[in-house]
Every structure is written in C-alpha cells, then in structure tokens.
C-alpha cells in the first residue's frame, strides 16, 4: 500500500510541475501547404508564442485535407483558402465563425519556351483554352487543396469539363505546391500557385510567370475556430486567442512585414467587409 501511495505521489507531483504544465500549451493549427512552403508561418509563430507563452502546432495540408482533419475534432483552429469550403465548413457546424486574414493571388507558371503561346495575357480562361488548344503538359495539384479547387473552378469557367476532357497531357500529381512546382519544372510543364509559394520556390528551371492579373485569380484566406461543441477537446479559449491575434492590428501587421526580397507575399485584409 504505501508503494502504491508513493508511487501515485510521484505522478501528481510530475504533472504539477512547471515543465508538464508548459507541454499542454499548445494548440494545432490544420492550415495549408502555402501557408507553410512559403515560410509565413517560421516569420509570424515565433512572435505569437513569445507574446502568450502557447506552442502552435502546424499541419500543412491542402485546404480539403485540413478541413476533413478538423472535421474530425483533430485540430483546433483551420487557416485555409477557399472560401466555399470554409462557408459549408461553418454552415455545417465544424467551424464557430469564419474571419478573413490575408490575401494574394494565383498565377500561371510555365516553361519560357511557351508552346501554348499565353505569355503576357491578362485572361486565366482564354490562357487554359489554349493551354488545352496545344495539348501543353500541365500539372494539377490534384489535391484537393484551395489551389486545386480554384483551378478545377477557372477550367470550368473557361468551358472545359477538366475531368473528361483531359488526357496525357494532364498530370494530377497529389502532391503539395512546393512537390507540384518541382513537377512542372522537371516536365516544363503550366501550374497553377499561388503567387507566395512562387517567389519562395528556388527551383524553377525553365519556368517563369506567364499570366497574371485577371480578378479571377484572387486568393483570399480566411481562419475558423473549430466548433468546441461539437468535439469537447478542442482548446477553446487558447485557439480563439490565436484567431483573435491573427486578426489583431499586431498580427496583421506581423502578416505585413512578412517579404521575401522586395516582394510582400500577403496582404491583410480582417477589416474587408465580405472577404
């Protein structure tokens, strides 16, 4: 008995001390590969986790995975890019309430060579036709990130019923956008990234930026609370601080700031009515 007694001693006094205590301030942030592969976050927790003293646990996911991952109860926060998804995410009752954060945009990534002819044009639909048009290589994420969505969306709206029209010359990779660039650069192939994943990429090869600029191309990211209602475990209070300050005036600030170069990566926008 008194073994028995000291060795349940031993157990409360381990998880009463400051270290064991330190170990469960964190929370898990379900977000995407862009957010991660384009360095965002390595520039904006560091400040978070000095600020409050809790750990933020990324998992780097495309927008879909991460979503499905909440879904589950095995987040406590998403920080996604793909406004629909996110919509039913809420109306659904996985997620509190959705904010928007930041923006950037997509761009059209291919080889300088240019068989499709696109370089330089302001129109997604008009380039994806012509992509189609010269049977080019072009490379999907397949994923069913927010870069895959929007790019599923742009085929459709030019026309093109993507999943019965394509065919060789279409590669779905199911990879994420770093591991996808490193595809079409191996393959001189066209790609679909979003604009901060592009500027942190080094190895581009032959590519180069051939369209950009059509509204259409707009990428906005917003951040959801997973519903604590519904999964009992979520960490309520700490991952509504994080959103909290991810929307702040520090926190956008802190998005701001974050430049590879001369080149802002995102623009924050917590206060766009509707983002």
Excluded: C
Excluded at 203 to 210: K, T
């Amino acid at each position: 008995m008194y073994y028995k007694t000291l060795i349940y001693s031993i157990i409360l006094f381990i998880s009463l001390t400051p270290s064991a205590q330190a170990q469960t301030y964190f929370i898990t942030v379900a977000s995407t590969t862009s957010t991660e592969q384009s360095g965002l976050f390595k520039h904006l927790l560091p400040a978070y986790e000095k600020k409050t003293g809790v750990q933020v646990r990324v998992v780097a996911l495309g927008t879909g995975q991460a979503l499905d991952m909440a879904r589950r109860g095995d987040a406590d926060v998403v920080f996604v890019h793909a406004k629909s998804a996110e919509e039913k995410f809420i109306a659904d009752g996985y997620g509190v309430k959705r904010l928007p954060v930041m923006y950037n945009d997509f761009v059209l990534v291919g080889p300088k060579s240019d068989p499709a002819k696109i370089a330089g044009g302001k129109d997604i639909l008009e380039a994806l036709r012509k992509v189609k048009s010269a049977t080019a290589p072009f490379v999907s994420r397949g994923d069913r990130s927010g870069t895959h969505m929007a790019e599923l969306a742009l085929w459709k709206s030019s026309g093109i019923e993507i999943e019965k029209e394509k065919g060789p010359w279409y590669r779905d990779t199911g990879q994420g956008m770093g591991p996808a660039l490193n595809s079409a650069s191996s393959m001189n192939g066209y790609i679909l990234t979003d604009r901060a994943t592009w500027i942190s990429f080094k190895n581009r090869s032959d590519l180069a930026i051939l369209v950009e600029g059509d509204k259409r191309l707009f990428n906005q990211y917003g951040v959801i609370l997973v519903n604590p209602v519904k999964h009992k475990h979520v960490k309520r209070d700490m991952g509504q601080a994080f959103v909290d300050w991810v929307v702040s005036p520090d926190g956008q600030k802190a998005i701001a700031d974050y430049k590879i170069g001369n080149d802002q990566l995102f623009f924050p926008n917590a206060r766009q009515e509707g983002a």
